[in-house]
């Protein structure tokens, strides 16, 4: 069975603060994937990255940052310098060979001006 | 425009009463999916559909029915709603469960 757990339920900061949101995977599979995905006030999904089981290198992308620890099951995601426009619901996601696709429950975050 | 299209948006049911949302994809995606999205639980995963005339069920399939006739389309049935299906549903679709998701705007059901 596979199982995301997003313990941060919601997490409210200043602007230009940092936020890290915590994923936490659980599979016994050996290849897997693992995404991201915003939903901002409006509703839509947004993709935002994708790690495959392999590739444990972190990635930057403008001020989003992706922390990936196989030994530790966690897949975490920071905002520096957070901005209003960060506000959204985060989701974590893991997909493994069976075709299922397996989401947290979210992270609200909400940055204030 | 590459896009995933759900009707309706909104709908306001009673129990019992058959209801169909359609969701549509123009990406040529084999992979396709229902969600629903309720407070506290995220996004849990109803039907997924691997190809065509491929179905299998999600984490949440009861109460649900899907179809894959058509490459483009993946509707999902509600037999006889009732109001614990009250939710947000999303439709996605993809290259495959690997890939990102497309998903489509959504579609809010009340079941009174």
């Known amino acids: 069975a596979q199982k995301v757990t997003q313990a941060q339920t919601e997490i409210s900061v200043v602007e230009k603060e940092d936020v890290t949101l915590d994923c936490v995977y659980e599979t016994r599979d050996t290849t897997y994937y693992l995404f991201w995905y915003k939903q901002p006030p409006s509703g839509e999904l947004v993709f935002l990255i994708r790690r495959n089981s392999f590739d444990e290198q972190n990635e930057i992308s403008g001020r989003y940052s992706w922390n990936f620890q196989k030994s530790t099951s966690s897949f975490n995601f920071t905002i520096t310098a957070s901005q209003v426009v960060d506000s959204a619901v985060y989701f974590c996601?893991?997909?493994?060979?069976?075709?299922?696709?397996?989401f947290g429950a979210g992270t609200t975050v909400t940055v204030r001006a | 425009e590459a896009q995933v299209t759900q009707n309706p948006r909104y709908l306001i049911t009673v129990t019992g009463k058959k209801l169909t949302v359609t969701c549509s994809q123009n990406m040529n995606h084999e992979y396709m999916s229902w969600y629903r999205q309720d407070p506290g639980l995220g996004l849990r995963q109803i039907y997924y559909s691997m190809n065509v005339e491929v179905t299998d069920k999600g984490d949440v399939p009861e109460g649900y029915k899907v179809s894959r006739k058509e490459k483009r389309n993946f509707p999902l049935i509600l037999e006889s709603p009732s109001p614990n299906q009250t939710s947000l549903y999303f439709c996605?679709?993809?290259?495959?469960?690997?890939?990102?998701?497309?998903f489509g705007d959504g579609t809010r059901l009340s079941i009174l």
């Open positions: 996601a893991l997909s493994v060979n069976d075709y299922k696709l397996s």
């Open positions: 996605a679709s993809s290259l495959s469960v690997r890939q990102p998701q497309h």
